[in-house]
């Protein structure tokens, strides 16, 4: 069973698998304004650090931290997530198969859809 809930941006902590790439936060931040959010960011419950505090928080698991950059730049408070309590290992997987598993359009592909 899937659960989402609403949380504080600022308790997401980053999975940080990859650099972010400033230009794509920006598409993606004009994308999510007009639309909303379409995939939610998918964390699993984790210790984070707000304000030099420990709180309990969520760590992103895989392919949302582009996500969390662009709402961040929206100025959003808050982000449905989807919570899952993956172990390491599971959450590794998660994060493979987001990142490198996925087929991006291509130009073609990309043009068709305009």
Do not use: C, F
Not at 46 to 63: A, F, H, K, L, Q
Request: net charge negative; no cysteine.
């Amino acid at each position: 069973m899937k659960k989402y809930l609403t949380v504080n941006v600022e308790h997401i902590q980053s999975s940080m698998l990859r650099p972010l790439d400033d230009a794509h936060v920006r598409r993606l931040a004009e994308s999510i304004e007009v639309g909303g959010i379409t995939n939610a960011i998918v964390v699993t419950p984790s210790p984070v650090v707000v304000g030099g505090v420990v709180i309990d928080g969520y760590r992103i698991t895989r392919g949302g931290d582009h996500r969390l950059a662009a709402v961040k730049l929206l100025g959003w408070l808050e982000v449905e997530v989807q919570v899952v309590d993956d172990d390491d290992l599971r959450q590794q997987l998660r994060g493979l198969d987001e990142n490198l598993v996925r087929r991006d359009l291509d130009g073609a592909q990309r043009v068709s859809r305009l």
